[in-house]
């Protein structure tokens, strides 16, 4: 057996073979379930998640893990009502049970897990009729049985959403899709045992990102789509097809052809017609291609060409808008102006007025020192003439002669007394 072989016999599909992979929401699951086993009371444990999640293979490996530690009773077809159920419960135990009345059934199964740890799991929850569901129902309530039911995510929320299940003490994990980091620390660890194959070497990160984007994350999409691309490079290199000794792009979308994961017509075709198919993809594929670019080039140019009138459009708004705001300003600074002026004018005047009012009141300041002065001046000239008055009555009083020479012509002398007349005057 070729190399080859022995990697695509590891990637069988097959939930009952394998380690278990340490996937993030696995190994989350792994240990809730395991805690709900040695911490809680007996409940019912939800594992829900999509087809292919890797629920089934949870169950497998709880199995293996527990069988040496408690009973495990795996159903994987819950086909059942619950009287058959009651006694496959039964027969685990190596009772075997011919009555058929369902509530002596149910006490005695009671009885009996209520002294042994024990694990039953059930697979495909989503297919057990409605009254099995309500039977595992009434079982839980007792608080003896331990129960692990894997279902469809969609499936088990409504379920779980129901008044019945809704109100009664339960736990629930959901074990989501693979993430790209984990697709390679898969492929390395179920691959490390085959020494010609180099995971780093052979599969690149462009390689292993088209795989996780074919499968979806889904982890038996995943094992499936690897599985065929290890017999697609086996059957390569018996039949020394050169071009394909080694992963390549092409040989993966085969094995993803193959697995159903990209719509084909040769689902279950050989090697050669899904090669056939690829190549005659390519000039469709390549017509496809150049008419997306003709028509986004379209698109492009279309929308260049918007962006331009647009940014035209808006290119004249804005100067519009520009030479309104110049005119308002202009006018705004010929206000101003107008303004600035007015009030240089106004001070101006004030200003004068001012000046003129200073020189008024020096004008008046001086005329009122002037008049003083002048009136100073009659003053004294009154005083020097009362003074030249008074020496010229005393001179008069002493000299007539004297006194006579003072008026022209002299005056005739009254018939009175000399003195008499000089002293009066």
Sequence with gaps: MSFWLKAAKIFEEDSKK???????????ALRR??????????????????????KSFTLNHLQRLYSLKRLTVLIENPFLTPEQLLKRLLLCLGIKEEISDLEELRIKATNCYKEIDHLIMIDEGQLMSADMREF??????????????????????VLLNSPHFNS???QVVCLESLKLDEYRAYLKKELKNIKEISVDELFSEKFIKKSWEYSKGNFRSFKRCYHNLFILLDHAHKKGKKE?????????????????LIA?????????????????????????????????????????????????????????????????NQVLLEEQATNSYATQEAAKELE???????????????D????????????EVAIVQVEINEEIKEFNVNSIQGALLLKTPPLPLPNRPVEEIYIKY
Excluded: C, W
């Design 368 to 379: 009122s020192s002037t008049k003083k002065s002048e009136d100073e001046i009659v003053d």
């Design 264 to 328: 084909t017509m040769n689902r279950n075709g050989d090697f050669d017609s899904l090669e056939k198919e690829i190549k005659q993809d390519k000039p469709i594929l390549l017509t496809v291609v150049l008419t997306i670019f003709l028509v986004g080039s379209f698109f492009y140019i279309f929308k260049i060409q918007k962006t331009k009138k647009t940014e035209t459009l808006a290119y004249v708004k804005n100067e519009k808008l520009v030479e309104n705001k110049l005119d308002k």
């Design 352 to 366: 004068d007025l001012e000046k003129i009012e200073v020189e008024q009141m020096e004008e008046a300041t001086e």
């Design 136 to 157: 595992i129902r009434i079982l839980s309530d007792s608080k003896v049985f331990y129960f692990v039911i894997a279902m469809h995510k969609e499936d088990g929320e």
């Design 33 to 54: 379930i395991q805690a709900f086993l040695e911490t809680s009371f007996p409940q019912i444990f939800f594992l829900l998640g999509e087809p292919g999640s890797g």
């Design 244 to 260: 394909h000794f080694k992963p390549n792009f092409t040989l993966l979308k085969m094995a993803a052809m193959k697995s159903g």
């Design 168 to 170: 009664r003490p339960h």
């Design 18 to 28: 394998g380690d278990y992979f340490e996937a993030h929401d696995g190994l989350y």
